[in-house]
Nanobody, 124 residues
Framework: QLQFVESGGGLVQPGGSLRLSCAAS????????VSWFRQAPGKEREGVSC????????NYVDSVKGRFTISRDNAKNTVYLQMNSLKSEDTAMYYC?????????????????WGQGAQVTVSS
């Protein structure tokens, strides 16, 4: 069974850090680009970051540049999102998604596999 499981979400104070993990089972991430998306209540789903199949290319939405870092460990079939200097506006449900291509896609419709989401809440 194909499964994509996020973990590492939670409640953190402004300025704090969290690391999200996205572990795949039932399929290998070796041939997939992976992205993190987020969706806050009442807002559209937003692409946050993406990493290419070989990890050689990454991109970030402007609002998280310099604060978030995406990485992958293909041996562990896992992708990570390190989030530092968190702000209240980072509060959202975070989803990882994979597409069976080496490069990142444009928009959530280009992704095939989705996790169930991890809640991140930044609040004092």
């Amino acid at each position: 069974q194909l499964q994509f499981v996020e973990s590492g979400g939670g409640l953190v104070q402004p300025g704090g850090s969290l690391r999200l993990s996205c572990a795949a089972s039932g399929f290998t991430l070796d041939y997939s680009a992976v992205s993190w998306f987020r969706q806050a209540p009442g807002k559209e789903r937003e692409g946050v970051s993406c990493i290419s199949r070989d990890g050689g290319s990454t991109n970030y939405v402007d609002s998280v540049k310099g604060r978030f870092t995406i990485s992958r460990d293909n041996a562990k079939n896992t992708v990570y999102l390190q989030m530092n200097s968190l702000k209240s506006e980072d509060t959202a449900m975070y989803y990882c998604a994979a597409r069976p291509y080496s490069t990142c896609g444009v928009g959530f419709a280009s992704y095939t596999y989705w996790g169930q989401g991890a809640q991140v809440t930044v609040s004092s």
